[in-house]
């Protein structure tokens, strides 16, 4: 079970592509108290809980957020679970007691970063327009100390697009070695955007192989993730979006979401399926079934098993329709699981078998289930 709780809207920046609305809202300790007692009480006893503070910008309420991680785990059901924390954060509020604090409650951390300045300018700033990459840049060198294997996500426009190889270059002369590479979902991508996909991802491919060759492996979710299903021979059932059954998002009032990407100016109209202060959990429901994509095209797609067309949120920003992709999607999962499939052919061809790097090597070891979990909570966050 994954539970995003977004304890406040506020944020420090104006991303331009940001999918939450910005307002001074922060959540109570008692609707903080009624998620802790759902989340343990109401969930099946032998999931995994994964829980992520969100934003706005989390650390803003960070002092709120340490109260909350305490009370979870000092609730008297914590030790008989297992659970999952994570912060994902803009970068721009970060120091060594605050990474002190994260590793004395356990809790992983994750930074949205766009990439170098010219591409982190253009897209993160501060709410007075100034740009964000110097702060980001030297946060990120140090959340590196505490976390050798912090992840990073970039959110890519129409307009950075062409950039991908360079920001992975970038990322790795940082020494991040877990790597991102999301879409801004909401975009107004082309098919001439689309065209680009399949040399851009070759290209992103050919580093990633000289980088394993040279015995300094990255993490680079369009192609991992997909290296890792493909030999798997599909997605599982439990890896497929579960919005509104084994995933919710709570926003500040208390208001509940089938996914973070739903919140917007969490009003409760739009998407929302109750509030915890007043609802019963078996009123916790919502219509969206992941396994019940409706675009024949899916349906009859040789790639569909290695697919992610069933992400709804990303879906409902493309087409208005949890269960229908866009192109645009349709033709990075085509790229990406293509630029997998000739990964897997030429390191076999080497002699080298994936399944040691993606199940023994330290670095996967290491990133393991918290890459995953920071992964479902950051496209364009």
């Known amino acids: 079970m994954k539970f995003t709780i977004a304890v ?17 809202a922060v959540m109570s300790m008692e ?24 934003g706005g910008e989390p650390m803003l309420e960070f002092e709120f957020i340490k109260k909350v991680i305490q009370r979870i785990r000092n609730h008297k059901a914590y030790n008989s679970r297992k659970i999952e924390l994570y912060i994902v954060s803009n970068g721009t509020i970060f120091s060594n007691a605050i990474a002190d604090e994260l590793i004395r409650l356990g809790v992983s951390f994750g930074i949205s970063c766009d990439g170098p300045s010219h591409i982190q300018d253009r897209s993160r700033v501060f709410t007075d327009g100034t740009g964000t990459s110097a702060i980001v840049e030297k946060n990120i060198r140090q959340a590196l100390q505490y976390y050798p294997f912090l992840p990073v996500n970039a959110v890519y426009t129409p ?16 020494g991040i070695r877990v790597i991102y590479l999301s879409p801004n979902i909401s975009a107004p991508w082309t098919q001439e955007h689309a065209d680009m996909l399949p040399d851009l991802f070759q290209r992103i491919g050919k580093k990633y192989l000289d ?30 979006c579960r919005m509104g059954k084994g995933e919710f998002a709570f926003g500040p009032s208390g208001n509940i979401y089938p996914c973070e990407r739903l919140i917007g100016n969490d009003d409760g109209l739009s998407h ?24 024949d095209l899916c349906q009859r797609c040789e790639l569909n098993s290695y697919c992610m067309n069933w992400c709804g949120c990303t879906n409902y ?18 790229a990406s699981i293509s630029v997998a499939l000739e990964l897997i052919n030429t390191l076999g061809a ?15 070891s290491i990133i393991g289930e918290a890459s995953k979990s920071f992964q479902v909570s950051t496209i364009a966050e």
């Open 350 to 364: 080497k002699g080298i078998s994936f399944s040691d790097h993606l199940a023994g090597t330290p670095l996967m």
């Open 159 to 174: 307009s950075t697009l062409e950039y991908l190889p360079d920001v992975v270059d970038y990322f790795y002369g940082l």
């Open 317 to 334: 920003y493309a087409t208005g329709d949890y269960n229908s992709p866009g192109p645009f999607i349709c033709a990075s999962e085509k």
């Open 31 to 54: 609707t903080a108290d009624n998620i802790i007692e759902y989340m343990f009480n109401d969930t099946p006893k032998d999931e995994k809980l994964e829980i992520g503070f969100f």
């Open 211 to 240: 980088y394993y060759m040279a015995e300094t492996p990255l993490y680079i979710s369009l192609i991992d993730g997909k290296i890792a299903v493909i030999m798997r021979s599909g997605y599982g059932a439990l890896e497929k």
């Open 8 to 24: 406040t809207q506020q944020c420090n920046l104006g991303c331009i592509y940001c999918y939450i609305f910005k307002n001074d």
């Open 272 to 295: 929302c399926l109750g509030n915890i202060n007043t609802i019963t959990p078996l009123q916790i429901k919502c219509s969206h079934d992941a396994h019940n994509i409706s675009n």
